[in-house]
């Protein structure tokens, strides 16, 4: 008698082109049509027909290499990135490093979730700490590995520590500072609803995440995924001694982040009085690769050595940049085929004429399928805005509320969208099939999408 095959959920890739898939056949469908646009940005009420483009097998087969040329910054980014890391962990720096944390926390590991959630969460409230976040999964996977938790714990920190912020993002201007320009309102302006919601979400990600992490150590049996799976991983009960020489490399290794961190602060658009370097991908390349040349050389590496190590550590990360292409051709293929205004004015159609509570729902609602189809917060912003803000005049609904709803669902469909390339990247990192993480999130997401509901309902009464 033959074996019954499991079914098993497709890898990252295959989700992906059948999304690309999808959206083609879709092309075929929807009704093609536009928007009229005024410097790039669409205005209310001018929507409509053009020829019908649809997408044939030519234009799928295509889709995930234009889409890697339109998010290439990003993806050098990250391949950098991997050759900074793959540097730094030939020197041993980061294995003895690991070791003394461990040691030094002595049984204190939880601390760690807290600390760094906060953390995180800070920098995605404050300018959308999102893309940035993958540099940080390679350096504190090994830490949560070795301190006897799985995959999903060092993941989840992460992620759900700056989606929590993200989610709740106070003065973000990526996400937020864009959607108000648009929406007519000033950026203070909801502000103390979105405090009070980055509060209470960050508090109950941190309890998730903690929960769970406590839940794994005591009994490593009941992980989604299993512990001590992950692409990195140190012995908890190794011990590697932290040379003067490592010290410097990982003083070199902190400074890289640090900078990286303090390149990106939109310091000025934020009132604060700190230059603003305004860097963006390119210059966090730079930074990476120099960063890496520079532990090679502190390490005594040869430029055989060096050049090789650097590479073979781009080649590790090469699959999470392939990643964040094929999703990024998921939009262009939706407006290759003029889809994308015909789905914002089919939102359009349904939010005219509601009163203000059902207007800011469905405004949250309509946001959610969007920001799949759509997982750039500030592209969706330009695209959305311009076009619902002015309906919530009508409804008696304040354009910082049309905000709140807008970037409260682009920030929570980060957390679970296979388009999400962040959010694949992070569990190509780990290791994590994708099935695993939604089993461990959904109730954190279903919880989420409750508590802003409330949240607005709460905007709309007291406002």
């Excluded at 991997?82 to 690991?98: H, N, Q, R, S, Y």
């Excluded at 995180?120 to 976040?133: A, I, P, V």
């Excluded at 350096?139 to 060092?154: E, K, N």
């Excluded at 190590?309 to 964040?324: K, M, N, P, R």
């Amino acid at each position: 008698m033959m074996e019954k095959r499991k079914f098993h959920m497709p890898t990252a890739y295959t989700i992906l082109f059948l999304l690309i898939i999808l959206v083609a056949i879709a092309t075929w469908i929807i009704p093609a049509g536009s928007y009229d646009y005024a410097d790039g940005i669409p205005t209310a009420g001018t929507y409509h027909l053009v020829a019908q483009t649809p997408q044939g097998v030519g234009a799928v087969l295509k889709a995930a290499f234009h889409g890697f040329y339109d998010a290439v910054d990003v993806c050098l980014f990250i391949i950098m990135v991997g050759g900074f890391l793959g540097v730094v962990m030939k020197t041993g720096a980061i294995d003895a490093g690991v070791s003394q944390v461990i040691t030094a926390l002595g049984g204190r590991e939880a601390w760690l979730i807290p600390i760094l959630m906060i953390f995180f969460g800070l920098g995605g409230t404050s300018y959308g700490m999102w893309e940035e976040t993958m540099a940080f999964y390679p350096l504190l996977l090994p830490v949560f590995l070795a301190a006897g938790y799985d995959a999903v714990v060092g993941i989840a920190v992460i992620l759900l520590g700056a989606g929590a912020g993200v989610i709740s993002s106070t003065v973000n201007p990526f996400a937020t500072g864009i959607a108000a320009g648009f929406a007519g309102v000033s950026l203070g302006e909801g502000i103390l609803l979105r405090l009070l919601q980055l509060v209470v979400f960050e508090g109950i990600a941190i309890w998730y995440v903690s929960a769970y992490a406590a839940k794994v150590k005591r009994d490593p049996s009941r992980s989604v995924v299993g512990v001590g799976s992950g692409k990195i991983h140190v012995d908890a009960a190794q011990r590697t001694e932290l040379t003067a020489r490592h010290k410097v490399i990982l003083a070199v290794f902190v400074a890289t982040f640090l900078v990286m961190i303090y390149g990106v602060i939109p310091f000025g658009e934020m009132g604060l009085p700190l230059p603003t370097l305004g860097w963006w991908f390119p210059e966090l390349s730079a930074l990476f690769l120099v960063g890496g040349i520079a532990v090679g050389l502190i390490d005594r590496m040869g430029e055989v050595e060096l050049a090789e190590t650097f590479v073979e550590g781009c080649a590790d990360l090469l699959g999470v940049a392939l990643i964040i292409g094929i999703s990024r051709g998921i939009t262009v293929l939706m407006n290759d085929g003029h889809i994308t205004d015909t789905i914002l004015h089919w939102g359009e159609g349904a939010l005219s004429g509601l009163g203000a509570i059902p207007f800011v729902l469905l405004v949250y609602l309509i946001y959610l399928p969007l920001s799949v189809l759509i997982p750039s917060s500030s592209g969706l912003a330009t695209l959305s805005v311009p076009v619902v803000a002015p309906l919530g005049q009508f409804a008696g609904v304040g354009g910082d509320l049309v905000v709140t709803a807008f970037q409260s669902a682009s920030g929570l469909v980060n957390i679970i969208t296979p388009t999400a390339a962040v959010l694949m990247g992070a569990l190509a990192l780990g290791k994590v099939p994708y099935e695993k993480w939604i089993k461990f999130v959904w109730k954190l997401f279903a919880g989420f999408l409750l508590l802003t509901c409330v949240f607005l309902i709460f905007g709309v009464v007291f406002a």
